[in-house]
Nanobody
Framework: QVQLVESGGGLVQPGGSLRLSCAAS????????MGWYRQAPGKQRELVAE???????NYADSVKGRFTISGDNVKQTLYLQMNSLKPEDTAVYFC?????WGQGTQVTVSS
């Protein structure tokens, strides 16, 4: 069973930045999908950004222009650079590679 481990979450003021990282515990063969999702209290988990086919990226409208997803298929690591953070970005952020999920990392945007 592959485990994904996220890091980089924390408390940041509005307008600040954070960089999330995700690493796989062992090799995922035929890695075709990498993505970041988030879940705020009382809400459903939603897509934040994803990489498909090795290079094609897709972003939720709410984060376009502020967040950047990047990944390394060889090292099997995934990143999410989050800039201009807003209080509504507060959530637990989860990474996903193929069908495996991470345990989540808390991001809180508050003054």
């Amino acid at each position: 069973q592959v485990q994904l481990v996220e890091s980089g979450g924390g408390l940041v003021q509005p307008g600040g930045s954070l960089r999330l990282s995700c690493a796989a515990s062992r090799t995922i063969f035929s890695l075709r999908y990498m993505g970041w999702y988030r879940q705020a209290p009382g809400k459903q988990r939603e897509l934040v950004a994803e990489i498909t086919g090795g290079s094609r990226t897709n972003y939720a409208d709410s984060v376009k222009g502020r967040f950047t997803i990047s990944g390394d298929n060889v090292k099997q690591t995934l990143y999410l650079q989050m800039n201009s953070l807003k209080p509504e970005d507060t959530a637990v952020y989860f990474c996903k590679m193929n069908w495996s999920w991470g345990q989540g990392t808390q991001v809180t945007v508050s003054s």
